[in-house]
């Protein structure tokens, strides 16, 4: 498709578990970035990466939160031992290459932890 | 850690009125942007600006990146149902830190 792609749109899990989002960027853009937006709140910084490095995960709150971009392209955030603060939607933009360069976001997935 | 101020934080429209809504930051920015968010979907971007003093339209929208790149607004003339939305200003300092940081946002509701 032509925008970013994120999956699965709504995920339920058990405190405790682990869960797994996917973000799918526009292709060819360079830059991809995870943010956090709680409910009736803007989204928030969690990590950026430029192809497969991980360039600032200074947004991550904490050790359970992990991301990769193994090949430069897909991305996954895992959180592990979820705590029902973990509740939110989890959003991924991409662009291309350039700080300034616009960010294009997904539909999120909203994540409920119970 | 860096926050922008938004206001208002609500507001109700009728159809045809002008609306405005601006964002202020002590902090200087390189890149203002303004999206726009409906229920259940991610922000889309509206407008992008990269110069002090800047300003740009986007059909009834129009944007201004203020002069001591501390603050940004945007305007909605003419507006109509499909308006009604949640609106975020978000900035960057460019460079190599690419993170967005976003305003609290603004919710656009129809007058009843």
């Known amino acids: 498709g032509a925008g970013v792609s994120q999956s699965p749109r709504y995920k339920v899990a058990k405190r405790g578990q682990d869960v797994a989002l996917r973000c799918d960027p526009i292709?060819?853009?360079?830059?991809l970035f995870w943010y956090q937006q709680a409910l009736g709140q803007g989204p928030e910084f969690l990590t950026y990466f430029q192809n497969e490095a991980q360039l600032d995960k200074s947004g991550l709150p904490s050790d359970r939160f992990f991301a990769e971009r193994p090949e430069g392209s897909v991305s996954t955030l895992k959180i592990q031992r979820t705590q029902q603060e973990d509740s939110a939607v989890y959003l991924c933009?991409?662009?291309?290459?350039?700080?300034?360069?616009?960010?294009?976001f997904g539909d999120g997935t909203r994540l409920s932890i119970l | 850690g860096q926050q922008l101020n938004q206001s208002p934080q609500s507001m109700f429209i009728q159809e045809g009125e002008d609306v405005s809504m601006n964002c202020t930051s002590s902090?200087?920015?390189?890149?203002w942007l303004w999206y726009k968010q409906d229920p259940g979907e991610g922000p889309v971007l509206l407008i992008a600006l990269y110069k002090a003093g800047e300003l740009t339209s986007n059909g009834r929208l129009t944007a201004q990146f203020g002069i001591t790149r501390k603050d940004s607004f945007l305007n909605i003339s003419a507006s109509i149902p499909s308006d009604v939305g949640i609106y975020f200003c978000?900035?960057?300092?460019?460079?190599?830190?690419?993170?967005?940081?976003f305003g609290k946002g603004t919710k656009l509701s129809v007058k009843p």
């Open positions: 933009a991409s662009s291309s290459l350039g700080g300034n360069q616009p960010q294009h």
């Open positions: 292709s060819g853009h360079v830059s």
């Open positions: 902090s200087i920015f390189n890149t």
């Open positions: 978000a900035a960057n300092y460019g460079g190599s830190q690419g993170n967005l940081i």
